[in-house]
């Protein structure tokens, strides 16, 4: 008896007859929407009830008989289950029948994509479904580009798949038969399949006495207007100056309707993070997104409504309007279906057996793009992110400063190079090759945000310390310490640091640098330094200075230098020495004056020339010694030569040797007085400098690098 029957409802739970009896059902469709089948169902009262346990999450099939030869069928899973109401003999049951894709709406995840189409991503999520039916995607023409960055954001699975749906340009609806349901995917409306019999006629008073009756009963055709342009516009960070504005328009045949109705809107969210060097290829992308706006005004500018009994209707599919004035061809966009069928319960004369639809349409020749419904993902403020990079890397970057990271929520990824996009990092100034930089390193916590909240868009723009990385100072019992302070790479450590360090604790204030190795100064013009107190310097090994010009040098006391090994001086002129006191010069061995041309040693008192041993004084030309008085003493002997003359002194008498001696008597000499013997003060050593020491060394909890 089943089998002679318009409608049934067929589950796993049937035998030789149905477990439960096709009553009523509702059902809505939609290109680009899930469908909803409600159905009313009986079961005998005698028999053993129905449980929920029994029905629900099962694969289910609703028949129709078409005609006397041919049926449909429409598959689906039954994910809701009521019992209650009874109808004569029979308990009333209330199910609803739903397509695999539902379930999607019931699994929510925040998960990132990368480097795949909008296709390759709905796919992997799909894959995540052990239920998830099969997929027809060849009538999809675009939604090819490798997108570099995609992020599902706390939003669910259905959501997400339809936001990129949309954003491509793509709808979908189902195709069914016996046991199996087809999710069909295009951005094409000449893909949509003809209705079977391809023709539905215009008949106003035909009421579909016969089940194949393919007839019109109802016909409104609606015009409206609407918006005739979009236009948008992106930024490409690589060439910050290159313009990606996009625009679309459409053409209306209304003369009397306003002109210049358009629509801007930013950003177009077509501008990627990649930064690859061709945003060209992204104003593609985003030409094409405007015209699938554009389409979806003109999708709602013609609009009819109709209604008809014939049942192979089904959102999706295309039919040609006959014997009517807007005859043509109409793409079913949406349908409402009511069917019932009260053969069980009533007598032969009240069977009732009706079937309806309201069919939504729009011109075949529409490109049709549904309404954009999907919730755009938002991050509703900045988040914290940990930084990542290839393994045994402390610093990983490109050649823009940019960094990658793992967020929190990531479940996923693996805290490495793949871990995310190239995030641009926000610095305090910014300019052309200039201004300031400081690159985060692995395992430093940032701060990121997201441009408009999209988790398409991250940034970084700050950096925070936690309980794994502190603060390079101890806190609070340093509060008043402020600085930067780096650390060496690779394989540096806490002391080994490059550091810049400001205390402004009141009465000892201090600035410290540190140079963990070599330090480099530039000076372009003039540098100025005053020191109002000590300056102090330790230079442990050589130093070396070249001045190009005049060096002058006050000093307003002492002056102590001293060297442990040699001292030389090499002047190119004079060198001349005042002093405004006594010269002392005290020297352990030989002392060797040279003079090119006069050598001039006068005093203005006496002046002393003594020697411990031999005393010479030679002159090429003339040696003269003059005074007042001039006395020659030797303990021994004293010689004058010149010449073949002698004239010797000494203990015996006088010998005076020559061709011709002349002598005038006269007296005696008195005795020459002893040279003094020169005693030159001991120059002072120079005082020890003070040692350079962090001030932080002897502070508790201090990380100074000073000794």
Known sequence: MASDLDYEFLTPLDGETPALLFRRMVAREALGRLPVYRLELLRETRLTAVKATDLLGAKVDVKIRVDASSKRYINGYVTRFERGGVVGRYDVYHVVVQPWLWQLTLGADCKIFQNESALDVIKAVFAGYAQAGTVKTSDVSGAKNKRPYTVQYRETDFNFVLRLMEEEGIHFYFTHEKGAHTLVLTDQASTHPTISGSTLRWAPAQLGEQLSEDVVTEWTLT?????????????????????????????????????????FDYPGDFGDVSMD?????????????????????????????????????SAGVTFSLSDHPDAGGYLVTALDMEVSFSHYEARDSEMEDNFLCRLELVPKATAYRPPAVAQRALVHGPQTATVTGESGDEIMTDQYGRAKVQFHWDRVGKRDQNSSCWLRVSQPWAGKQFGMIALPRVGDEVVVEFLEGNPDRPLITGRVYNGDNKPPYTLPAQATVSGIKTQSSKGGSLSTANELRFDDKNGSEYVWFQAQKDMHSWVKNDQFASVLNNYWGDVTKNYSLTVGGTSSIALSDVVKLQASKDVHLTLGADLYVSTGAALGLSVSDAIAVKGSNSVAVTSAQSMDLKSGQTLQMTATSALSVKGMNVTIEADTQITIKAGAATITLGPAGVTIDGPMVKINCGGGGGSATAAAAASPPSPQAPDAPTKNKDPLASDSGGSGAGS
Request: charged share 20%; aromatic share 8%; net charge positive.
């Open 223 to 263: 015009h409206q207007l609407g918006s005739l342009e979009f236009a948008s516009t992106d930024y490409a960070a690589e060439q910050p100056t290159l313009s990606l504005a996009t625009r679309a328009s459409r053409t209306v045949p209304y003369g009397k309707g306003p002109s210049g109705l358009k629509v």
């Open 277 to 313: 060097g061709s945003p060209n290829s992204r104003k593609t992308v985003g030409d094409a997104w405007a015209q699938h706006e554009v389409d979806r005004y003109e999708s709602g500018r013609v609009v009819a409504v109709a209604l008809s009994p014939y049942r192979h209707c």
